[in-house]
């Protein structure tokens, strides 16, 4: 369907109108977002604009100022104009796209529609944000062309950071409309887009809240705590930390009781509805208004109370006495044993067999949730992949659960649920009766499902426009070492995998990047990316191998692993062919300091980008203090002051200064407008990567060495001064300043008598002396130490 987007109007301006407006902004679009005239003007406010959009200007504001911020940049709000229902409806005739989000009550929101369809012109998308109302009793009353125009499209909280869009047609949804939508989410929005019928809280919700609903039964009958619990249902099984209890808190326990009464009420033939009830400890919390963190309480209570090392004594629900005691720390074996092992499908095998009462929940709630979906298809949807999608970009688990099923054994999961009372649908055990031992198989490069209708395996649809690593395995790689893996991605391009822990940066990983560029200009490649789908691009160098150096005072071995990463970053920007970063997640240190080095990077909306090594004492060390004093001399122009510019980029490494977004990355000088993009699906990243290397491959000529305009003392004198102004301001510690001198010294090419013109690898020297000298500092020794010991920066 060929069809462009420019303006969209956003009806309803409460926390989730407000988020998608947002969001809308955030890929450029013009937004128009209305909401009701207070009803409590006064008479002299009546015939006043400002007092009448009263109610959608705080909305706005106060999204503005939320954190997690909803915008990739402040100043993407400008795109967004507000007003009010009564006097700015006919303004929706200009739109291309009408999404209703005001408050769950049909009749309201049928009269939101008739007038929609009073005012919009003919073949302009309708959708409702619903979470729960059925799609189809909104077409009462329209006309012909909005029901053609007509489904759900249903965006998680917070719209910006959730990736699941759900798409819910209705049968009069043109097939047109469908499929637009379903590219529209994933190539402009950047969500992973799932197709779900108009059911009962849809797809993520269904699932999910019986997920949470089953726990919170059986979390009493096994004796658990609910920090026990938690844990057990948070990153040891591939969940977020918020675990369920943490989850219903942060939810609000009034919204999560509506739609588990919500499901039973509705879904009377749903096999495991008695599952969907409210027990007596989630009764409690109703009954006393104590919703989660929106009231201040819920599972979990903050005190003012602190403990022993000065940290606020949180305490927990007990589920039993109904009172709150002071939160312990988990003690299961389970746990123990699950800490052991690294490998997400191997841990959750583990935590299913063990024998003690986390073994027990997690088995009995997983074997639980295996019947559920089997026979939930096709109810909420025609195809299995479509609730592992669900419950990946809705809920945040890093695996389906039909992934946690293939985990575990088929059969295994069969066997524990029906030894539970439980129904497993027919078509699994006619799929394993057929000696298909699996939901999910890797073959040729593509992930491929089990169809039920077809009683095949068929390729996950879409996912030929993505490049994920994970099904590149069943080939021999062109090269490999203990930290990366080098991937042939087809027509003539390479691809550099880290697969260090975290993806960080150490001598494996800077001896992969030198022999693969080798491999590249050597054969007959055209290009390469470096990229990899795992949550974050890369953390930074390997802050182990520092602190080891740095403590034994092993100075000469330090200045090794320097210069050999500084080395590295210049073969980047000087090799033979084309290389283009692919990011997402976290981009630190070491990270951005290869990416700046590549001809382009192709970052994922999600990239959180920074040079953050004044936190832990040093300053980028791998080519990024001096990369930034290259970006400074070629933004200086003729009759330029060249000071302003220098100041700005020394205090982003100063600051240690981290855009949110890739957006903000361009703000602080990390990413570059000319040869840089946002890619705002991150599945995206390395294909648009691959199409930026074919691009830049056609003609591509090795660049020249570069000579860099530097300012020597006439610039450190104005960056001292910019220094000591972020002391006086308590911006900075003493030891921040020593630190900001010495990135000043770099940026400016040292103690020089003026302005001159030096290389590249002049600077890299400079850099080397300066890091190194910092690592000799005490109080650097103890911001490495912290951060190493708690994961958090010290500032001494």
Known sequence: MSRRITKVAVLGSGVMGSGIACHFANIGLEVLMLDIVPRDLKDEEKDNKVARNRIVNQALKSAIKSKPAPLYDKAFASRITTGNFEDDFEKIGDCDWIIEVVIERLDIKKQIFEKVDQYRKEGTLVTSNTSGIPIHLMLDGRSEDFQKHFCGTHFFNPPRYLRLFEVIPTEKTAPEVIDFFMHYGDVYLGKKTVLAKDTPAFIGNRVGVYAMAKIFNMTTDLGLRIEEVDRLTGPAIGRPKTGTFRLGDLVGHDTSAKVIMGIKENCPDDEQRDNFQIPKHLQFLLDNKFYGNKSGQGFYKKTDERDEKGKRIIKALNLETLEYEPSQKPDLPSLKTAKQIDDLSKRVSALFDADDKGGKLIRH?????????????????????SIDDAMRAGYAWEMGPFEYWDAIGIQKGIEVAEADGLTVADWVKEMIAAGNETFYKREGGDLKYYDIPSKSYKTVPGTEEFIILDNQRDKAPVFKNTEVILHDIGDGVLNLEFTSMHNTIGEGV?????????IAEEGDWKGMV??????????????????????QQEFDELSMAVSALQQTSM?????AVPIVAATQGYVFGGGIELSMHCDAVAASAESYIGLVEAGVGILPGGGGTKEFAVRASEEFFEGDVMIPTLIEKFKTIAMASVGTSAHEAFNLGYLQKHRDFVVMNKDRAIAEAKKKVLELADDYVQPLPKEVTVLGRTGLAALYV???????GNYASEHDIKIAKKIAYVLCGGDLTGVQKVSENYLLDVEREAFLSLCGEQKTLERIQHMLQYNKPLRN
């Open 530 to 551: 470096i990229g990899n789908n795992d949550t974050n691009f890369s953390v930074g160098a390997n802050l182990m191998i520092i602190a080891q150096f740095a403590y």
């Open 510 to 518: 800077v001896r992969g990047i030198n022999e693969a560029i080798q």
């Open 571 to 575: 073969r980047l920007r000087y090799s």
């Open 365 to 385: 709630s997983l074997a639980g949730l295996f019947a559920y979906v089997s026979n939930r298809i096709p109810e909420i949807a025609d195809a299995l992949y």
């Open 722 to 728: 910019a220094g000591n102004e972020l002391r006086l």
